[in-house]
């Protein structure tokens, strides 16, 4: 029966890590709010007002219409990369149209690839801005013309966009862009005038609407950022709706937006002190994150430079460890790892490696959990021994049980008394089920939050690890020309799963319990219907553990039949008797008395 309690909280603890750590930590962690003062010397000070800039145009709100004739009303730069496609909105300077040319919207051959920036006025508008705040002066605004230098943006060919205002100043934008997802902005202000000028530049990334990605407590979806060095996912997009604006000080770092797997972020120079906001404008239901940098006073005769880095693109873990390492701030934080990063980054980097040896991600899957196995086999060999040890004494317990039934206090008296003498400790198979609980929640959250399991396909009809399965008898595997309710919508792994689970509690002895024993052979049967909507990836990693541990189980009993429990017969302590009997021979059968009870036998 301890066995069976030990699966029971094994099960209990993984859905209670899996379904109830969001509620479970905003109810007894909840976010902090930004305090409205700060201590300076001594003194309670007012926090620093936002800047004021630029918001979200009025027309994203007006009108939304076709990408294909907006993208035509303006004059363009193109923008060609191994990885991005689009163009740059030379009214405005805004970077309003780029494609994932390395990730498609579905696994269909013919599927668009991802879309993360569209202009205002379209659906989904999403883009990124460069401009200067000014006083005395006239910069460029939104509806600016500016000039380019060159007509394609290119790894190999970097643009400059230049402006002038009629009154000596020359406003000039440089720009590169690498093979990944980097752009470099570099933000020039040359004075020619007759007096000095007085300009703060800004950055900002602005979108209509929300992530359709869903924000829960297994990943972060929306504002995000590190400033001063801290990651910081306590934003989300009601918080900013409600408080209208945040706003942070902070030396070096980066602010954007995030999806499940797609990122655009502002990454400014890191000795540069900014100041980072978030706001919402009502009127357009648009969101904006933005950099504003130090006002600069620009003498006669001489130039302002910014360097600012804008990334827009997939959240790829190699990739954002190679610009955080080059840029000096840990950009790779816009993965949420959560708590056990710790445990969870050595996993994710050994399933890739899997991967990259393999050739495909359902096979490294398995392979990773032989290696979970192969690494816990002796902890799990001594967890069903303890096991197996449970079981060929239980009929001993079960004498116990009913021969005290009316005593309590003896009957603990007497099981511990049993368990001493036979070398069995009741809380032996707890520790692999709590050592197994860490690995498979650091695998369900980097299934989760990484992109290189997207649309990666197994065998058959699994095309996409990241997705449930979408296979299910329930419409005779699509042979029926209806697709089933959410609910209903089983695949094949998970009802793997709950038969794997099912044939475990077989293996086991009977809960002495009807009213449990019909609770407990529930449970595979409900966590097969809780299991369905999770990623096939995670679905395959534990109908793999299931069955290996079954392996290892019978190879067990295979070496060791005498762990294997007796069925119990009539008139044996296994189906205790009406009357508190003494031990009988036929209990000396079915597990033997204690040896501090046994009789020597007669001499002859």
Not at 196 to 220: C, E, I, K, T, Y
Not at 244 to 273: C, E, M, N, V
Not at 544 to 569: C, D, G, V, W
Request: include cysteine; glycine fraction near 8%; aromatic fraction near 10%.
């Amino acid at each position: 029966m301890n066995e069976n309690k030990n699966l029971i909280l094994a099960i209990a603890l993984s859905l209670a890590v899996l379904l109830g750590w969001g509620f479970i930590s905003n109810q007894f962690f909840p976010t902090a709010k930004q305090p409205s003062t700060r201590i300076e010397n001594g003194k309670q000070v007012p926090q620093q007002q936002p800047a004021t800039l630029p918001t979200a145009t009025p027309e994203t709100a007006q009108t939304v219409r076709d990408r294909n004739l907006v993208l035509r009303e303006t004059p363009r730069l193109a923008v060609e990369t191994p990885s991005l496609r689009g163009s740059i909105n030379l009214r405005g300077a805004r970077v309003d149209d780029l494609v994932l040319t390395r990730h498609t919207e579905t696994i269909a051959r013919d599927s668009a690839p991802v879309r993360l920036f569209s202009p205002a006025g379209t659906n989904d508008a999403y883009f990124a801005s460069f401009g200067w705040q000014g006083q005395s002066v006239r910069v460029p605004d939104g509806n600016t013309i500016w000039q380019a230098s060159g007509q394609r943006l290119t790894p190999s060919s970097p643009v400059t966009l230049f402006w002038n205002n009629g009154q000596g100043q020359r406003f000039e934008i440089r720009l590169r862009v690498d093979e990944n997802y980097l752009f470099t902005a570099e933000q020039h202000v040359i004075n020619g005038g007759g007096g000095p000028v007085a300009v703060q530049p800004f950055q900002l990334v602005s979108r209509v609407g929300q992530s359709r990605d869903p924000d829960n407590w297994a990943m972060h979806v929306g504002p995000v950022g590190v400033f001063n060095g801290r990651a910081d996912y306590e934003n989300d997009y009601s918080a900013i709706v409600e408080e209208h604006q945040r706003q942070f000080s902070s030396t070096g770092g980066w602010i954007g937006f995030s999806d499940k797997y797609w990122l655009a972020a502002l990454i400014p120079a890191q000795d540069r002190s900014v100041q980072a906001g978030l706001r919402h404008n009502a009127q357009t239901n648009s969101f904006q994150a933005d950099l504003a940098g130090a006002n600069s006073v620009v003498a006669p005769g001489r130039g302002s430079f910014t360097t600012t880095h804008l990334f827009a693109g997939a959240k790829e873990v190699s990739v954002l460890e190679a610009y955080g390492d080059t840029l000096g701030t840990p950009i790779d934080k816009a993965i949420d790892w959560g708590w056990f990063e710790w445990f969870m980054r050595p996993i994710f980097s050994l399933l890739v490696w899997l991967f990259h040896a393999i050739g495909n991600f359902g096979w490294a899957i398995m392979a990773l959990v032989v290696i979970v196995r192969l690494l816990l086999f002796p902890v799990a060999q001594r967890q069903f021994q303890s096991m197996g040890k449970m079981r060929a004494v239980q009929p001993k317990v079960q004498a116990l049980q009913e021969r005290y039934k009316d005593d309590k206090p003896k009957l603990q008296e007497e099981m511990l008394r049993l368990y001493r003498e036979e070398k069995v400790n009741p809380a032996g198979g707890c520790l692999p089920v709590l050592l197994q609980i860490p690995i498979f929640y650091a695998l369900y959250r980097v299934l989760t939050v990484s992109i290189e399991m997207r649309h990666q396909p197994w065998i058959l009809w699994v095309r996409d690890l990241s997705a449930p399965d979408p296979l299910t008898p329930v419409n005779l595997f699509g042979l029926l020309p209806f697709t089933p309710p959410h609910f209903l919508l089983i695949g094949v792994l998970p009802i793997i799963v709950g038969v794997t689970m099912w044939f475990q509690q077989r293996l086991n002895p009977p809960m002495p319990d009807p009213v449990q024993r019909q609770i407990f052979g529930l449970m595979p049967w409900i966590l097969m219907v809780v299991m369905a909507p999770f990623a096939a990836g995670l679905q395959l990693y534990w109908a793999t553990n299931n069955i290996l541990s079954i392996a290892q189980q019978q190879f067990l009993y295979f070496r060791h039949p005498e762990m294997r429990m007796k069925p119990a017969t009539p008139g044996s302590p296994a189906s205790p008797s009406p009357s508190p009997a003494p031990a009988t021979p036929s209990l000396a059968k079915a597990g033997g008395e204690s040896r501090a009870g046994r009789r020597k036998p007669k001499a002859r």
